[in-house]
């Protein structure tokens, strides 16, 4: 798909037919789940007065970042699809329900709460817009069940990752996740880690910050902790077909990391023998990242430059993380990001990574 045209202004999503990686439908709330429930947790929602569960540390929700003329944009499926699909001309959309589930204690619970919201979205979105996709909400709490979860939606391939959160209980790596991601490599889903903390630990290695501008900092740290607890214990190695999209992580520190880990890893490497070969060329090959928010420069050449030090094209992935606010137009391709990858970074990418993503041409 040729993106040559004569200045960037003039660059529409609409002559793309992009894939838009990290839209959010609003979270669901108690009487959105109620069918989708057997009786007991009917009961139980209503006994223990269930309702909305957002997560809390998402920046990106907070009001300063909340579109003004998009407030009801994603209350359904059908002003989702004018306000923001068509409006921009999208193959397609990747909804991501980023919500408390992820810090829910009860493991039961948990499984019960991702079950009914992922069947809402089935129901309620996917069904309504061919061009809808989703993650999987499944329990990191219950890894087997997890790994149910992921086996029951194997056939649905409007489903095409599994979606957890940068900062969670414990580092992603560890073996006790690996029944989840021995099922999403078995049936192509690849593995979201979406911006956003449990609060199980502090998020910072030094206690807790007392600022928004400080958390949208630490979750880059929170990102960097879990690229290299993911290649250090090993699943990438076995599950070598398995991507992880990193949803609103940034760019720029991931060329420092790489750097780092492999430098590092040539004298420590002995205590990972599984690890074969340079931790940046398992990174390159299985992480992939979205562009919005991007945290390079504003100037296309300069970003370039620091898009270079990623040393791969197919890492990033178009993203507007609607309706937050970024403060740009979305009609138009971001001024940061080389147009002459337009094409590969909207559409191209998309489909290498998420092997379970079909659209038409």
Request: with cysteine; aromatic share 8%; proline share 6%.
């Amino acid at each position: 798909m040729s993106t040559a045209v004569e200045s960037q202004e003039e660059l529409r999503l609409t002559s793309l037919g992009a894939v838009d990686c990290d839209v959010h439908p609003r979270s669901p709330r108690r009487q959105d789940l109620m069918p989708y429930l057997d009786e007991y947790w009917r009961d139980m929602f209503t006994s223990r007065d269930i309702d909305h569960l957002d997560l809390m540390s998402n920046p990106e929700a907070t009001a300063p970042n909340r579109r003004d003329d998009q407030a009801e944009a994603n209350t359904d499926a059908e002003t989702l699809r004018d306000n923001h699909l068509d409006k921009l001309g999208l193959t397609a959309a990747v909804l991501n329900v980023v919500s408390g589930i992820h810090a829910v204690y009860d493991p039961y619970l948990a499984t019960a709460l991702c079950a009914a919201t992922n069947r809402w979205l089935a129901e309620e979105w996917l069904a309504k817009d061919t061009r809808f996709r989703a993650s999987l909400l499944v329990p990191f709490q219950h890894p087997e069940a997890a790994a149910e979860e992921i086996e029951r939606y194997a056939d649905d391939t409007r489903f095409v990752q599994v979606l957890t959160v940068a900062m969670g209980e414990m580092p992603l790596g560890r073996r006790l996740y690996w029944p989840i991601y021995e099922a999403a490599a078995k049936h192509g889903f690849a593995l979201a880690i979406h911006a956003g903390s449990t609060f199980r630990h502090a998020p910072t290695q030094s206690g807790f910050s007392s600022f928004l501008v400080e958390d949208r900092i630490v979750q880059t740290q929170g990102f960097a902790n879990q690229v290299g607890s993911l290649v250090a214990e090993g699943v990438l190695t076995k599950y070598p077909d398995l991507k992880v999209v990193l949803l609103e992580s940034g760019v720029t520190w991931l060329p420092g990391l790489m750097w780092r880990m492999s430098k590092d890893w040539r004298g420590a490497r002995v205590e990972i023998p599984w690890i074969k070969e340079a931790p940046s060329k398992l990174i390159r090959e299985h992480f992939r990242m979205t562009t919005q928010p991007f945290d390079g420069p504003d100037d296309e050449a300069e970003a370039e430059k620091a898009i270079e030090h990623l040393e791969n094209d197919e890492i990033l992935l178009f993203s507007t993380d609607f309706p937050h606010d970024h403060g740009r137009d979305l009609t138009v391709w971001p001024r940061s990001l080389p147009s002459r990858l337009a094409g590969t970074i909207s559409r191209d990418n998309v489909l290498s990574t998420y092997r379970r993503l079909e659209i038409s041409s």
